[in-house]
């Protein structure tokens, strides 16, 4: 698979969860990596992908159940965190490629993890030149005040809100027809890779 420049990854990630404070010792945790690949040249989403990753110091609350679907058996069918990271280096070009999230979320979740677990963080430096935040992106070219959701994004571009809200995967792939959207209407900022391939 080519980590060309023209190859974007949309990632949105699901943590774990809880209606108010989180229970003692636990902290939130990705639990779901959703990722699609936009061919920012071709404009259109090639392909999407979902890891699911298995939390060590929290649990998934029935809250978190209820809002992403996700359950505590299925994540613990996961993969590590670090090996999440390897996943997305190795088999989506993390390290070269751009990539976008609605919101900061994302990125800041990636290194808050990254540090509190010793892994290497999975995305290129330094993250202004390598992310970039879909939300603020949108909410400038439609001049708006106030920052939309993704699925209130989505209809003010009038855009299907395609499966489940909250599921990473689904998620990502929706991002990344906002991301088409504002790249059709030369909203999109052109990124340059990070690395020479």
């Known amino acids: 698979m080519s980590h060309g420049p ?6 949105d990630v699901e943590a774990t969860c809880w209606d108010g404070q989180p229970p003692p010792g636990s902290v939130n945790e990705i639990i779901e990596i959703g ?3 936009v061919d920012v040249s071709a404009a259109r ?3 999407r992908h979902r890891v699911l990753v298995r939390p060590v110091r929290s649990k998934v ?5 209820e ?8 994540v613990e069918r996961g993969v590590s965190f670090a090996e999440a990271c390897r996943i997305l280096v190795e088999e989506y070009g993390a390290g070269e490629r751009p990539w976008a999230s609605w919101g900061e979320y994302d990125r800041r979740q990636f ?7 010793g892994v290497a963080y999975p995305f290129g430096y330094p993250t202004e030149r390598t992310h970039t935040n879909a939300k603020a992106v949108f909410t400038s070219a439609h001049g708006l005040r106030r920052k939309p959701g993704m699925a209130q994004a989505l209809r003010m571009a009038g855009l299907p809100l395609e499966g489940r809200h909250h599921r990473g995967e689904d998620d990502a792939w929706n991002i990344a027809a906002l991301v088409l959207d504002l790249l059709g ?13």
Request: glycine share 4%; aromatic share 4%; charged share 15%.
């Open 61 to 65: 609350s029935d809250f978190c159940t």
């Open 111 to 117: 290194a808050r993890q990254s540090q509190a677990d």
């Open 6 to 11: 023209s190859l974007l990854n949309v990632i």
């Open 45 to 47: 989403r090639v392909s």
């Open 67 to 74: 809002l992403t679907g996700l359950t505590q058996a299925e």
């Open 35 to 37: 990722l699609t690949v």
């Open 185 to 197: 209407r030369g909203a999109w900022p052109v990124t340059a890779p990070v690395a020479d391939v």
